[in-house]
């Protein structure tokens, strides 16, 4: 995924450059709003990740543009200030996410990597996490690039999982989605539909696993050491 980092910084744009690469982005830098305003206007980024201190202008206006112009590409604030007024300021403007220098490296990974899964769930079209993808469209699941044959009912399951983004999501709507399938749907319907969904993830390799928060719901989370 290519993401736009605007930054006048030639050493932060190195570390940044060096991070996005080694977190499976790629990586555009320019080190001016105007330069941005050119990047944004010729290619589609999956996001960007803009500094408010631009030699030409403060990284706000370019933001204050893109939305403007109905441009909804996730936008991260990268800032030297960290005031509360600031940072209502930048989300105001339309940014997605703020983050205050200095930063962990891999926190601004982990922060991009959300926003990401954000913008593809709202668009609804592939919901991923971990190495699970499901095509919202084609309702098709796969597990690592393999395509798996989940029946409907588990495939509901898991959307409403993924849609969640590692939040925990209340057993009732997963009672109102398959109840929506079907008129008869038991009362333990959901922890069926779980069950089977949690075996066939395993057995197709998942690296994600869902959990029963007792008494709320479940939570879909990703199992690095598989
Ligand atoms: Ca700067």
Do not use: C, W
Not at 10 to 19: F, H, P, R, S
Not at 29 to 54: E, F, K, N, W
Request: aromatic share 4%; hydrophobic share 45%.
């Amino acid at each position: 995924m290519r993401v736009l980092l605007v930054e006048d910084s030639e050493e932060l744009v190195a570390l940044l450059k060096k991070g996005l690469t080694q977190g499976g982005f790629l990586a555009d830098a320019v080190g001016t709003a105007a330069d941005a305003d050119h990047a944004l206007s010729a290619m589609r980024y999956a996001a960007v990740v803009l500094d408010r201190g631009l030699p030409d202008a403060d990284g706000l206006s370019l933001l204050r543009d893109l939305r403007r112009r109905g441009d909804s590409t996730p936008v991260l604030v990268l800032t030297a200030r960290d005031g509360v007024s600031d940072r209502v300021t930048g989300l105001r403007e339309g940014a997605d996410d703020y983050l205050a220098k200095p930063f962990a490296m891999e926190e601004l990974i982990a922060r991009l990597q959300a926003l990401l899964r954000r913008s593809d769930n709202l668009l609804g079209r592939q919901l991923t996490f971990g190495n699970v993808a499901l095509d919202t469209e084609g309702r098709q699941v796969s597990v690592a690039g393999v395509v798996r044959p989940f029946p409907a009912r588990e495939t509901a399951v898991l959307e409403i999982l993924l849609r969640r983004s590692g939040n925990v999501a209340p057993k009732r709507l997963f009672e109102d989605h398959l109840f929506g399938l079907s008129g008869d749907v038991g009362s333990n319907a959901v922890e069926v539909y779980v069950h089977r969904l949690r075996k066939m993830l395993a057995d197709a390799g998942a690296t994600v696993k869902v959990h029963t928060v007792r008494g709320v719901g479940y939570l879909l989370s990703e199992d690095k050491t598989a």
